[in-house]
């Protein structure tokens, strides 16, 4: 009697929980996503979700991610286990563009109904701290929750190990979710058909991904019985099912994919525009300043920098559009020193012309001169290290930082030596390039002699 009230009991948590799912369209083979927040943890803030990945077995990998594109997203993938028959549940952090690795502090177990059989994939997934993670959170009252998924064809993995490599995926986008449309029920397993909730189900072995805490499935046994200690996630069920009471065969609370390979795109576009700016065109337009002798020179270098700097704005709208997407970017130490720069690059045309003003009236050196010198000096320094910082922000390999730093410091030497030379030389020179008290130079204006 007891155990048949239990049983429905159950039954009716079950049915009673909202699910919201995702099929990405144009994909080969049925690939699905769902998510359940519990009554609890939507009351309290804190607690469980539930999870769900299928796809077909012909997939090497499938992934599901919380987050934008590769920065910052907590990130789950699936693959077949050495016996072909269960799944290997690898929660990973990612840190950029290239291969997230083994997330340890993760708490997440692969629950009855995940395996593989009849072709499908499944993973029925509880985490524990997937509303905070390292790099992001999630807001569970959010309409728009931000997700990323991705899968890798070819022959399957075949492997228990939660660290083990995986090729870059072949097909990814982005998309979201609509919480308020998968809260409801306190089921401890929101993905099993009725069925599954008998006894005869069986669990399988597993393979450890990191520190989660056990907990009884729908039939009153540990759904990973083959753990030790409190790691669960691995391999499980190779009797998959994935339907649920209020949510079979409706797309519910998600949005179109959009190719995270654009936001990629963007970083990239970003760190080449911004490189070219403040490494190679700013300074090489001070270069050219101090060591050219044209009658025309200030013109030319006052155009090259407003060239210059009409790139440096292309750079900051993609900078922009990447940081404020994951909002939480945007209040980064790289972004908001970037913002400073290019706010106080704006001051240097006013200061050079009111210098340049001066040196046509006076034909000597002035406060906005120095200011002019001075500014671009801090600025285009301040702007190299922030180069650094945002190759670090990004997740860029060590490979890709060593040499970013080395031509940077390279330039950034050579533009100093110069500089100091130059102003050695102006110490040396009177108003107009005179020297012992006799003119050098044309004298223009516009000429060489005018270097602030």
């Not at 009716?12 to 919201?20: C, E, K, P, T």
């Amino acid at each position: 009697m007891l155990r048949a009230l239990a049983i429905a009991v159950g039954l009716a948590s079950a049915a009673l929980a909202q699910v919201a799912k995702f099929c990405p369209s144009g994909e080969s083979g049925a690939i699905c996503y769902r998510v359940n927040v519990p009554d609890t943890t939507a009351s309290s803030g804190n607690g469980d979700i539930f999870f769900q990945i299928l796809g077909p077995s012909s997939k090497q990998w499938i992934a599901l991610g919380q987050g934008h594109g590769m920065m910052g997203t907590n990130i789950f993938i699936i693959y077949a286990d050495p016996s072909g028959k269960n799944v290997t549940l690898s929660p990973r952090l990612g840190k950029g563009y290239y291969q997230p690795r083994h997330d340890q502090d993760a708490q997440v177990s692969l629950l009855e109904g995940s395996g593989i059989q009849n072709g499908q994939m499944v993973a029925n997934v509880r985490c524990s701290n997937c509303l905070k993670w390292q790099g992001g959170s999630m807001d569970i009252a959010s309409t728009s929750s931000p997700w990323v998924w991705a899968t890798k064809g070819g022959a399957a993995l075949r492997s228990d190990d939660p660290d083990a490599d995986i090729s870059q995926h072949d097909s990814n986008g982005e998309f979201t979710f609509d919480l308020t449309e998968a809260k409801g029920g306190n089921s401890l397993n929101p993905f099993v058909e009725t069925k599954a909730a008998s006894p005869s189900a069986a669990s399988g072995g597993s393979s450890p991904s990191g520190p989660a805490s056990s907990s009884p499935s729908e039939n009153g046994n540990d759904s990973n019985p083959g753990n030790s200690g409190n790691s669960e996630a691995g391999s499980s069920s190779n009797s998959p099912s994935y339907s649920s009471g209020s949510e079979e065969g409706s797309d519910s609370g998600s949005s179109e994919t959009k190719p995270s390979s654009t936001r990629r795109n963007a970083l990239i576009a970003h760190g080449v525009l911004m490189s070219l700016t403040f490494v190679i065109f700013f300074p090489l337009g001070a270069i050219l300043l101090r060591t050219l002798a044209l009658d025309n020179l200030i013109s030319l270098h006052g155009r090259f920098q407003a060239f210059a700097y009409v790139v440096a704005l292309a750079g900051m709208g993609l900078g922009i559009y990447i940081a404020v997407r994951p909002t939480y970017l945007i209040n980064k130490y790289h972004p908001v020193i970037g913002l400073v720069v290019i706010g106080l690059l704006t001051i240097q045309p006013v200061l050079g012309t009111l210098q340049h003003k001066v040196w046509r009236q006076e034909g000597r050196r002035s406060v906005w001169g120095l200011a002019h010198a001075g500014l671009g000096r801090v600025v285009l320094t301040l702007a190299i290290i922030n180069g650094g910082l945002g190759f670090r922000l990004a997740g860029n390999t060590r490979g890709g930082e060593i040499a970013y730093g080395v031509v940077a410091g390279l330039v950034w030497v050579v533009w100093m030596a110069v500089a100091s030379r130059a102003e050695v030389k102006k110490a040396r020179e009177g108003p107009r390039g005179a020297v012992g008290g006799k003119k050098v130079g044309n004298g223009s204006p516009e000429g060489s002699a005018e270097r602030a």
